[in-house]
């Protein structure tokens, strides 16, 4: 398991090249079983949950060539089961669910376990695909699902938490070779979501309403192939920002992003005392007057994205005065404040919300990654911390960021990665 020793207080400057979105990539490899036909993308992140979906895809029978940031699939023979040891290491793949479906009218899946950031429950996916006609079974921690026939109808993927974006993306995937139209309430509106449902249109799918609350999809006979282009990583372009906000007295630009998928980012960065200019697919961010904690509360998209909440924590550890950051999606997602406690941070956790005040400077310490995001907080940490940061179980990280530590490096930061 490789190490990241972390050497703080280097100033980062110059620009970085944002990759294609790891969430965007994944349902949309997805979707490649939906056609016996060739799928080139392209954008897709060298990540490691990325080249999981590959691998469940070369198990279920598909033909898989990736020539660095281009992978081309081919699923002209498939099978329905998505293998446990493969499918327990990613959530994600319950994704696979729908298309399966859609192809085979059949699909076993193994029931994703929980993870570090609380509880990952699929009831909503399930709901909604019996809703579609589909039969549910659990047996040995596996979903057995098979159905005589799809058929549209409405299906409201509103849960206690709000939505779900792959339970959105497992229904739309169902729905798209269904008998019938099928009308989509409560849909996720994320980015993510609508490159998904550009994908299955481009195939020959029949999609309207995708990044809003209330997708349409017309079932058609059958889908082609395609040639797509993944849509930039906005929580690795958030997490740039960040970096460039603890930092940076210079500023750092970011290429390759789509600045409005990062609005919410970029207004409370702009709060917090940033100033952050550009348009399109360059931003650059310096630091401004002076900074100030804020609070935030995590929401579904357009809102403040759960996936930047603990980039956030990590800013604020070292921001005069008081921030409050709430998660209201994944309430048990704070493993990273524990960790940066060590490090010397003042945070009080107290039913998902982390009271952070911020102190003078961080000091080095081991610490230990927990989960994707938690590990890139501690990564911006330990940037400005004083001493060597020692960060083990990189894994994590690995999972969701595309040679961060290089990226990092090629903007200034003093990083050695140990392979232990
Ligand atoms: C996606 O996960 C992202 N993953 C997550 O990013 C992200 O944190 C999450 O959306 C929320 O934005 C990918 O896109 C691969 P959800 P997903 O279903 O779809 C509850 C990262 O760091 N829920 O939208 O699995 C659930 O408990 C990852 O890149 C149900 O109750 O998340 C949660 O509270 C982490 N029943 C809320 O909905 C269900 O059937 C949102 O979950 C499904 C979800």
Known sequence: MDKLIVHGGSQLEGSVSISGSKNASLPILAATLLTKESCIIRRVPDVSDTNYMLQILQNLGAEVERASGTVIVRAEKIGHEAPYEL??????SVCVMGPLLSRLHKATVSLPGGCVIG????????????????????EGGDLHLKCRELRGKTIDMRGK????????????????????????????????????????????????????????????????GVDHTVIPDRIEAGTFLVAGAMASTKGITLKRVEREHLTSVIELLQDAGFEIEGSGKTLTIRPGARRVGCDITTEPYPGFPTDMQAQMCALFATTPGISVVRD??????????????????????????????????????????????????LLLAALTAKGATEISRVYHIDRGYEHIDQKLVDLGAHIERLKV
């Open 119 to 138: 509880d990952r429950p699929v009831d909503l996916h399930l709901r909604g695909l019996e809703g579609l006609g589909a039969e549910v079974q659990v």
């Open 328 to 377: 209201t999606i994944f309430p048990q997602r704070f493993m990273h404040c524990s960790e940066m406690k060590r490090m010397g941070a003042d945070i009080d956790l107290n039913d998902g919300t982390a009271v952070i005040r911020g102190v003078d400077h961080l000091s080095a310490a081991p610490v230990m990654a927990s989960d994707l995001r938690a590990s890139a907080a």
């Open 87 to 92: 499918v327990r290491k990613m959530r994600a």
């Open 161 to 224: 938490h709000g939505t779900t974006v792959l339970g959105t993306d497992n229904i739309m995937m169902a729905a798209v070779l269904a008998k019938g139209t099928t009308i989509i309430e409560g849909a996720a509106c994320e980015p993510e979501v609508v490159d998904l449902a550009n994908f299955l249109n481009k195939m020959g799918a029949k999609i309207t309403g995708a990044g809003t609350t209330r997708i349409v999809v017309e079932g058609v006979k059958e889908l082609h």
